[in-house]
């Protein structure tokens, strides 16, 4: 017989038990970021709502189910559906999208069978685990929380955790340790405040929901000595939230604060209370919160006013995360129906991606998004019904302080969800259901308007099936992206077969259709097969590129593809796209050494004067490329007459034709310098250049030094002037100049620059070792060809031929095949002079057995038989 005077069941208090385990679980597992969280998040979430249930009968009390549970309830039923396979005609009609993927990409490639509206099932399957754990978490705490003192004992879980999560932060801190406890180094994520959460922005939320319902509970008691931890725990979680550093976790966390001031103003008006205000009874643990948030602030000020200047306008902020809201809302319009699949975001999104960008899209950080591309239009319904419930909450009648500061809370965390994801994760979706659920508790002596029912053998019984269908879900769902393209990656690498490769491939492909970097990565398996297998590879990729258009690595596995087929001007055209896609390195590093003509050239040219600027010094510098400069450049004037960077293109075709010796053309492209830019410093440095090719070395550098007095410092003038004094045998003068300069440079090409100068400096001075040391460190700096053969040059002088070949074959791997052969020949003749060096010694050695005796001394017994050179 239920004993209804007891004031909670041992079951109840088990629930209870369950449920603070998972609100200090879920932020220590990465702030609910760990994989395996699931399994923890659906047992303990099944078992509170289990015994709670059981714990209600024992008491004779009723369930309630509050309207917050219908959309968790119809959102897992909505994922349910998302996961059923449905025939072509039927996808067709729920997800053009998905039926089209099937058609285009895994008909053909053998993949027949029905599929899903979701396009990464396995993600809908952890998605549909979660939501039926969600449910069962807010109906336990919704039972669980008719007690005052197990409601009070949730939530001060959630506002300890939070106080617990700062003060690890703040010991990391004064520790000087960046890894969590030392042994966990996050690979990504740069925290200021280091905890388990590697997202400051998720951090903030949480802490901000913590410290608000720690002032709910401060104000409810009336002795502050009771008062004081609640009040401390509070101030701590916003101390935490302020030196997270996140804009948007400090804004709504003083949202919060102001939003909870309003109302309890309302409440007090509302009661006609002609006593002070609430929080007068505990004014000391409220100003000492203020006092600590004060320091906090001061704190870390420069890091504030850091991420302040980060945001300083309207344009700046239009330009973050709002500026993708109409390219995400465009691929939520993709899917108005069902929409994509809960959690497919990150593997369906780079279809619609119009906007290079080098991170991963894994949410809409935007929760109206989120619910439109994953759920469709009934997501949106869902999330109004939601809204709604929570406004319910809000209007109820005899809200307690602690209920008010929950709902104030729980509206800031979801309010700052329209620029973040922090409710997608556990840590916060399970702290706000609690407190939620906390809020949507029975009144003991008031008329509910919520379904309830009495506990019985289904109401226990169904509880225990979404446990178990929960745990069931978790199976499919152990599958995830991220593992698959690192389990594909390793196979390419490691060297395996195209035909391994390709069929585990396409397994993985058929887990996750829509992962376009499964794609191509089969098809870079078999791109590396030449000829043999570009067809196969250029089938694959076109599925990556459909997948993902603005991905440049595709765009390259496709430019291979086609060049080894022989259609040079589709391929050309792919490393095109793939420097627009933001690779930033192809054009110079692969496609141009592969460009033999002008017709290449122009097809691999983008939108962009200056990359063909780069084009142009790059092919200006390759041996035996200046006539292909030449020709490129007098069509890019062509292409790019009337634009501001015309001047520096007329600039390359002066400087070339100095290199060809064309001092007549050379001026000729000079004046049109100078006509378009008479004032820039490279046209002042270009005449110096053109004097100098006309043999007025004096007159030339003169100018020099009258330009290096205007611009004192400036890069490109001091390494020309050092160039003409070192030519004019000005050795001293040079080196000065290029000691003046050492303060000035930026970069590591500048930097190898200096080297190469001052290496030229001390070979003039015949300085030969020490001026290897400095073109050897330009090479490590700069690879490249022409640094590898003045170390090659350098050694040769040194006699040290057989280190000279070595650094002549490093240069040679710099150069086109086309180029190679006066390399070829450089090697050979410095073979042959080692041959001989060696050979020579050997008869001196068998000529004068003294000498070979102290040779052996000096050398030692395990040296091999080069003797020692000397400047």
């Not at 990464?120 to 109906?139: I, N, Q, V």
């Not at 979680?237 to 001031?261: D, P, Y």
């Not at 706000?432 to 809020?439: D, I, N, P, S």
């Not at 410093?681 to 110096?688: E, I, P, S």
Request: proline share 5%.
């Amino acid at each position: 017989m239920p004993r209804a005077s007891r004031s909670a069941s041992r079951f109840t208090l088990f629930a209870e038990a369950a449920l603070v385990a998972l609100v200090v679980v879920c932020p220590l597992a990465l702030g609910g970021a760990a994989g395996w969280l699931l399994g923890p998040l659906v047992l303990l979430s099944g078992a509170a709502a289990v015994l709670a249930a059981v714990g209600a009968k024992r008491q004779g009390q009723s369930l309630r189910v509050p309207l917050l549970a219908v959309p968790l309830a119809a959102g897992a039923g909505l994922c349910a559906v998302q996961l059923v396979p449905l025939p072509d005609g039927v996808l067709r009609l729920l997800s053009p999208e998905a039926a089209a993927l099937r058609e285009f990409a895994l008909v053909p490639l053998g993949l027949e069978r029905a599929r899903p509206v979701s396009l990464d099932p396995s993600a809908t399957w952890r998605e549909l685990a979660k939501h039926l754990a969600y449910l069962l978490a807010f109906l336990a705490a919704v039972q669980v929380s008719r007690s005052r003192g197990s409601r009070e004992r949730l939530l001060a879980a959630v506002v300890f955790t939070g106080a617990g999560l700062t003060a690890v932060g703040l010991v990391h801190a004064l520790l000087g340790v960046r890894s969590l406890f030392g042994l966990m180094h996050w690979m990504h994520a740069r925290p200021t405040l280091v905890t388990p959460f590697g997202n400051p922005n998720h951090l903030a939320g949480f802490l901000a929901l913590a410290s608000t319902l720690g002032v709910g509970l401060a104000l409810t008691r009336a002795k502050q000595s009771r008062a004081l931890p609640y009040a401390v725990a509070a101030g701590v979680s916003g101390l935490g939230v302020v030196l997270s550093l996140s804009r948007g976790g400090i804004a709504f966390f003083a949202f919060g604060q102001v939003l909870l001031a309003l109302l309890l103003l309302r409440k007090r008006h509302a009661s006609g209370e002609g006593a002070p205000p609430v929080w007068a009874r505990s004014a000391a643990a409220l100003l000492g919160l203020l006092g600590v948030l004060m320091v906090g602030a001061y704190t870390a000020a420069d890091g504030l006013w850091a991420e302040a200047r980060t945001a300083d306008s309207v344009e700046k902020l239009r330009q973050s995360k709002v500026a993708l809201w109409p390219m995400l809302a465009d691929s939520a319009r993709a899917f108005p129906l069902l929409g994509m699949g809960r959690g497919a975001f990150e593997a369906a999104f780079p279809r619609y991606q119009t906007q290079p960008n080098p991170n991963t899209f894994t949410h809409p950080e935007n929760a109206v998004l989120q619910a439109a591309a994953e759920l469709g239009a009934l997501g949106l319904v869902l999330l109004g019904v939601a809204i709604w419930g929570f406004s319910r909450l809000l209007r109820r009648e005899g809200l307690e302080t602690v209920d008010l500061a929950a709902l104030a809370g729980v509206a800031a965390l979801a309010l700052h969800d329209l620029f973040d994801f922090s409710l997608e994760l556990p840590a916060c979706a399970v702290a706000a259901l609690v407190a939620l659920g906390a809020v949507a508790r029975p009144r003991e002596r008031a008329v509910e308007k919520a379904w309830c029912a009495r506990p019985s053998a289904a109401a226990l019984g169904t509880g225990g099936a979404l446990t178990v269908v929960a745990l069931v879900a978790l199976v499919p769902g152990r599958h995830r992206l991220g593992d698959a393209e690192e389990e594909l990656a390793r196979l390419v690498t490691s060297g395996a077969s195209a035909q391994d490769v390709h069929t585990r491939g396409l397994a993985l492909v058929d887990r996750h259709p829509s992962d376009y970097l499964l794609y191509r990565l089969v098809a870079s398996a078999h791109a590396a097969r030449g000829r043999e297998g570009a067809g196969e590879a250029l089938a694959l990729v076109n599925r990556a590129l459909y997948l993902a258009p603005l991905d440049a690595s595709s765009h390259r596995v496709a430019a291979r593809a086609l060049l080894a087929l022989g259609r040079s001007a589709q391929g050309f055209l792919e490393y095109r796209l793939a420097h627009e896609a933001g690779d930033a390195t192809v054009l110079l590093g692969e496609a141009l050494p592969q460009a033999e003509t002008l017709a290449a050239l122009t097809v691999l040219t983008p939108r962009s004067p200056a990359t063909t600027v780069r084009l142009l010094d790059a092919l200006a510098n390759t041996p035996g490329r200046l006539a292909l400069a030449l020709e490129y450049s007098g069509w890019a004037r062509e292409h790019f007459a009337g634009q501001p960077e015309a001047a520096a293109l007329w600039a390359r075709e002066a400087r070339l034709r100095i290199l060809r010796g064309d001092l007549e053309t050379a001026e000729a492209a000079r004046a049109q310098v100078e006509r378009l830019a008479p004032d820039a410093l490279d046209t002042h440095l270009l005449r110096a250049e053109v004097l100098r090719a006309q043999g007025k070395r004096e007159e030339a550098l003169r100018a020099l030094e009258r330009l290096l007095a205007r611009f004192p410092g400036d890069v490109a003038l001091s390494f020309q002037l050092a160039a003409q004094q070192l030519d004019a045998g000005l050795t001293r003068r040079a080196k000065d100049t290029l000691k003046a300069l050492a303060p000035f440079i930026t970069d590591y090409a500048q930097r190898a620059r200096l080297l190469a100068m001052e290496a030229a400096c001390l070979e003039r001075e015949g300085l030969l070792s020490h001026a290897l040391e400095r073109r050897q460190s330009a090479a490590r700096l700069a690879p490249g060809a022409e640094a590898f053969f003045a170390v090659a040059r350098t050694q040769e002088a040194l006699r040290r031929y057989d280190a000279a070949a070595r650094s002549v074959h490093e240069g040679m791997r710099h150069l086109p095949e086309g180029a190679r052969a006066q390399a070829r020949a450089w090697v050979s003749r410095l073979e042959g002079a080692e041959r001989e060096r060696v050979e020579s010694r050997r008869r001196v050695l068998s000529d004068d057995p003294r000498a070979a005796e102290l040779e052996y001394l000096l050398r030692g017994p395990d040296v091999d038989g080069e003797a020692r050179d000397a400047d």
